[in-house]
């Protein structure tokens, strides 16, 4: 009983002196990440602070400082995010492309104006902030014309592909750009038809990009009839 008693005893001290020294480990760790994060090491201290609660899941000290330091990482992340975005969005406006600039602004205002006023980058937010502001406004208010206008001299060029592709970029329900939408699938569909057409034996890739031209008629334009005949007849070249 007294050995019992004895070896009982011993494995008690080993595991006290275990946990002891474990949770020393928590709290010395916690120090370092409390040092770093008073230094402005945010991403060393994080890290630390993620070793300490290793070592002891319930170091509260190390669970708040966490929380902190997760909320000064976040916002920073929007921050930078953000402004990436902003970037993006200019340059997809000068090269023209209005639709993908109005998203990423958009997209970029949202996020910058999430950080809340308690942040530590508030500051530099806001800044941010003012900066999209005096640019969303141009972005997001590109008329349709300038596409119009844009597609009908690539048009003028007889680039057909290109004129389509501007338009097609562009989400409106504008009746005028439709039809030259409309216009250049069909003068383009047209042109690959007649080619098949004068073929003994069409390859299947290229009939299937001619119905897709096509198909991109729509059915208020005036050649819808004669596209879907057309398609009609590159459907029996495919056995359909």
Avoid at 78 to 83: H, N, R
Avoid at 171 to 176: E, G
Avoid at 183 to 192: C, D, P, S, Y
């Amino acid at each position: 009983m007294k050995k019992i008693l004895g070896l009982f005893i011993i494995i008690s001290v080993f595991t006290g002196l275990f946990f002891y020294f474990k949770y020393d480990k928590s709290y010395q760790l916690y120090n370092e990440a409390k040092l770093l994060y008073e230094e402005g090491k945010i991403n060393q201290a994080y890290d630390k602070i993620k070793e300490a609660l290793k070592e002891n899941h319930f170091n509260k000290k190390a669970l708040i400082l966490k929380a902190k330091l997760y909320t000064i990482l976040s916002n920073r992340e929007k921050l930078e995010t953000a402004s990436k975005l902003y970037k993006e969005s200019k340059k997809a406006f000068f090269e023209e492309d209005f639709e993908k600039a109005k998203l990423l602004i958009s997209n970029a205002y949202e996020i910058v104006t999430s950080i809340p006023e308690s942040a530590e980058n508030k500051k530099d937010a806001l800044s941010l902030q003012k900066q999209i502001e005096k640019d969303i406004g141009k972005i997001q208010s590109v008329e349709p014309n300038v596409y119009y206008q844009k597609a009908l001299n690539l048009t003028e060029k007889k680039d057909y592909i290109g004129a389509f592709e501007l338009l097609n970029k562009l989400n409106t329900s504008d009746k005028k750009l439709l039809n030259l939408k409309s216009e250049l699938a069909f003068k383009i569909g047209t042109e690959r038809y007649t080619s098949i057409l004068q073929k003994k034996n069409p390859g299947e890739t290229e009939i299937l990009d001619a119905i897709y031209w096509l198909n991109n008629v729509d059915k208020d334009n005036p050649n819808y009839t004669l596209s879907q005949k057309y398609i009609q007849i590159l459907n029996n070249y495919l056995g359909r």
